[in-house]
């Protein structure tokens, strides 16, 4: 299987991960506290990833 890491915390995600959907792309948390943490600290950059097209990942 495929193993996820939290975007937040880098932490093991259980079978359930908690996904926010960013600019086209689901990024997967480990629980609900990370999955705000992401959101409150990218929102503010939301409306540019939305006008960048694909940006490759790390």
Do not use: Q
């Not at 495929?2 to 995600?13: A, R």
């Not at 960013?22 to 609900?32: I, K, L």
């Not at 943490?37 to 990218?42: G, L, N, S």
């Amino acid at each position: 299987g495929v193993h996820l890491k939290c975007e937040t915390c880098n932490g093991p995600i259980p079978s359930k991960p908690f996904v926010l959907k960013v600019a086209g792309h689901e990024r997967f948390f480990c629980c609900p506290i990370c999955l705000e943490k992401f959101r409150e600290k990218y929102e503010p950059k939301l409306k540019e990833l939305e006008l960048t097209l694909e940006t490759p990942e790390h």
